[in-house]
């Protein structure tokens, strides 16, 4: 077999990419620390046509060269904004009609493998700080929340790993036709 060369792989240009239809999928990130996270954000965004990133709180935000090490100048291509506070961006998310799922381990959560995204909704997915998780007044303000089923000791996923596995799963159900 052969590996095939970037040319060939038919990926889209920044300028087609903006104009691409989008995975009815927009992310907030509460308080994550690391500029690194932020940029593996940015680059799954990018693979997974997320439609905007939120960046939240102490979340580092572009330009910054630690984002785009791991970005590798996906935060050029993925929408994104800032807003101080979570619980902030929550409200205005379900405002505009988002349903905002924590991603989680919280009474009531849904186990990825179970969810089952409805047609016509967008979503809005909430990923915590490395250490404490999504806040609990963050928790509070969402419409439900994911939880990553795990068989291993640890207690958690890395937040970008964890967004990986995620907007996987929801782009093979509902991401857009290319």
Request: hydrophobic share 40%; charged share 25%.
């Amino acid at each position: 077999m052969r590996k095939i060369p970037n040319e060939e792989l038919g990926r889209p240009t920044p300028e087609e990419f903006a104009r691409m239809e989008r995975m009815p999928v927009a992310v907030v990130l509460d308080g994550v620390r690391s500029a690194q996270n932020v940029g593996a954000f940015f680059r799954t965004g990018d693979a997974f046509a997320v439609e905007r990133l939120w960046l939240c709180g102490i979340t580092p935000v572009p330009p910054a060269r630690e984002i785009h090490k791991t970005a590798l100048g996906a935060e050029c291509t993925v929408e994104w904004a800032y807003e101080p506070e979570a619980a902030d961006c929550v409200r205005r998310l379900r405002g505009e009609g988002y349903r905002v799922l924590a991603v989680e381990q919280v009474e009531g959560a849904v186990r990825l493998d179970g969810f089952r995204p409805e047609e016509g909704v967008r979503y809005a997915l909430v990923f915590g700080n490395e250490v404490d998780g999504v806040s609990q007044r963050v928790v509070d303000l969402c419409d439900g929340a994911l939880e990553i089923p795990q068989a291993g000791t640890k207690h958690s996923l890395n937040v970008s790993v964890a967004a990986g596995v995620v907007l996987w799963s929801l782009f093979s159900r509902i991401g857009p036709r290319r």
